[in-house]
């Protein structure tokens, strides 16, 4: 159980603190609810590319890592297709530091041309070393392509193309800067060994003078159904053939949402799973083998992707995994099993919630979704799970007209 | 009166920050297996790690010692593969193992409640496993495919090369897998490296987290029993045998966007005088993300989305290494940017504020890393395992504390000249 205190500020930024006095250490954590799907489809890679000009300067200080450093800090930031979230952990008694460098940023940028010009750069080298220099490195870019016709979440957070990346001009970093980084669509969660009513005073002091923005009225276009299976062949100077498959799935709020993560535990997850024991070591057809889901707040995509062993044929590796996916509409989990996926479930929110970090990381996640409290129900809607409940969403999901296939061939194969 | 958001709130500077390793416990078990534990944390989890000395070092052909580690948990006489990992995922809990060069692993990861429903299966994996001939005819013919992925990756080989060059092909730090290595392992190699060095072999023990009340009796009943610690483990001793050639060009993949660039010369291990002050160095060098090296080449020029430098983890000998992937038509300048660095460090003393900040910085981080049971755990490892005691801890951060530019440049001086630099790229 996750205790925590939630207050707002009049310009709209929602602020939750969790006390922990059992470390030297606080966490300040910012999520802006912005992430990749809120690009322009033309100007993609966008929110990514932002996410590192929000370390090049603010408005009043030059340097954003210096300061944090100074104070004996470390800080990171990520960007999915949902959300950004920033988040610098530092000794608590240096707390402020950390409020006077977030609420800088969220004032104003400094919008310096070098860093933008850098940065552009940065982002292309990280694009080629994570999607060009890299075996398979474009399948994903081409599962999303081929998965997604209207949603933005057919591309991916990095970018579409190295050229928007490339193509970033200043008067679009500023416009996406007051359209997405105000204080209403921000949450500030704050974890670690602070106290609420101080947390109260710095965020007043710290982020009140910042005039909210515009309110972002999100009005994304909705993936229509899926009505036959959709497949790609690919072939590429990869050592081995590889099979990626994906399912439409439901999203975040959907009621199947706890039941599809414990099916994507069944079938893949560690190596007592279904897919693991029958595609890997029974039948040997895969050198490995994985089953996920996107975990996204709109409906996602539910995924198996393996690679073959050599000498399987492509279409030998597809009937066997749809083998697998087939059993699970058609016979009903065993209770035990069902327990299983819990008891992983369980432990895994358990280890997850240790750290301090972890605990802000989440609160603010969820707190975009709806309500901070939820984190505390997680795992009770998993335990209420059953079954009937498994197989059901198993039958939904696993239609052929649900599925997109990519077959991606070593070139070298024959 | 309105904010002035230009000048920074005070802080304390964390070179005045109290830092403590807080002590761990330690006993030993019936068997003579030492156990070192520390209880604490707000969640009801757990940690238990046993340390063979089974790493690299010990094997006489290469990759045992690696697949030995692998296999131990895929069958004994009474449980399959299956079985074994059914047994721990039932109960939420996660069997790892990993081999090192000096040790090799098993840590299990448990909510607390589960702890003795999973300690059997973990005491039957090191005193019965079976090491099934189909296990290791899946290992090899998997591991090969992979290792086929791995050979098209430009940091894979380059990360294989500079150990090489650094250490010879046949030291432990220097050695890496080939097919080769796969096909010609056999199940009595396992099993005899497993009857040696684990069965009969010698293990420490590290717990972290919340035990249940009886944990001392139950390490006894499940650890306590095994015939550990009975024979001597001699330890093998390798020479370092480093390549005379220092500059290195490979073509791995021509059609490649980047190259994987190492730049790396040897370097003492923790035991020597010079350890701590480097470290204080090497974060003005390239150890954090405000490093000089991050600053120039990638916050200035944008030439790699990251470039590191750091010490290596190693026992006998460490090595002191500069890492980064850059476009391909900037390798070449990268690597002059990198001894550019270098020779500022030589022949400038470093600014007495650019100093305080990494001193600020590594005490800051310091105080977060020995926070939390896991971590506070895995430091006292890292002080058993190279044979230091906590001294070194507080030795370490007084050293921090102290260190003036000079001494900066002297160390500079003495270990950062280009000419000691072992330099490769792979395309």
Known sequence: MIQFDRFQLDNGLKVLVHQDTTTPMAVVNILYNVGAKDENPEKTGFAHLFEHLMFGGSVNIPEYDEPLQRAGGENNAYTTNDLTNYYCQLPAENIE?????????????????????????????????????????????????LAYTKHPYRWMTIGASLAHVEQATMDEVKEFFFQFYRPNNAILVVTGNVKTEDIKGLAEKWFGPIPAGKPYERNLPVEPKQEKHKSMDVRADVPMDMLMMTWHMGGRFDESYHATDLLTEVLGGGASSRLYEQLIKVRQLFSSISCFHFGTIDPGLFVITGKLVKGISMSVAEKAVLEE????????????????????????????????????????????????????DELSKYQAVTPALIQETARTIFQDSNRNTLYYYSKTSA | MALDRTIAPNIKDAVDFDIQLKPCQKYTLDNGVEVYAFEGGAQEVMLMELVFFAGNSYETKNWVAPATNYLLKNGTHNKSAFEVNDAFEFYGAYLNRSCYNETATISLHSLTKHFQEVIPVVSELVADAVFPENELDIYQKNQIQQLTLNLKKGDFIANRFIDEYLFGIDHPYGKYSSEESYNQLTRDDLVTFYNKYYK????????????????????????????????????????????????????????????SIRIARHFPNR???????????????????????????????????GIHSYLQNHIQQSAWLVSTDAGKDVCRA????????????????????????????????????????????GRWKSYILNGLTEEYFYNTINVVRAIQPEQIKDLANKYLNEEDFYELVVY
């Open chain 2, 334 to 377: 990268t690597i002059d940017e990198v001894y550019k660095e270098m020779a500022i460090l030589r022949n400038e003393l470093v600014d007495i504020d650019e100093l305080k900040l990494v001193k600020n910085y590594m005490l800051g981080s310091l105080l977060g890393d020995v926070d939390g049971p896991f971590q506070i755990i």
């Open chain 1, 325 to 376: 996916v087939e059993k699970m509409k058609t016979e009903i989990l065993d209770a035990k099993e069902v327990q299983k996926v819990i008891n992983k479930t369980e432990s895994m929110i358990c280890f997850e919630d240790m750290s301090i970090m972890n605990r802000a990381q989440s609160l603010a996640f969820y707190e975009l979704i709806g309500d901070a409290a939820l984190m505390n």
């Open chain 2, 271 to 305: 035991h020597h005088p010079d350890f701590p002050a480097a470290q204080v160095l090497n974060n003005i060098f390239g150890g954090f993300f405000g490093s000089r090296l991050m600053s120039n080449i990638r916050e200035d020029k944008g030439y790699t989305y």
């Open chain 2, 200 to 259: 009969e072999g010698k293990c420490i023990v590290f717990m972290a987290g919340q035990f249940p009340a009886n944990i001392e009796s139950i390490l006894n009943k499940y650890i306590g029993t095994l015939p550990l610690n009975k024979k001597l483990i001699e330890t093998p001793v390798h020479p370092i045998i480093a390549a005379s050639q220092k500059k290195y060009s490979v073509v791995n993949d021509p059609s490649s966007v980047q190259g």
């Open chain 1, 97 to 145: 530091t950390a409020f006077w460098l977030e609420s800088d940023r969220m004032l104003s940028l400094a919008f310096s041309p070098k860093s933008l010009e850098v940065q552009r750069k940065v982002v292309c080298e990280e694009f080629k070393e994570h999607y060009i220099n890299k075996p398979y490195g474009d399948a994903w870019h081409k599962m999303r392509t």
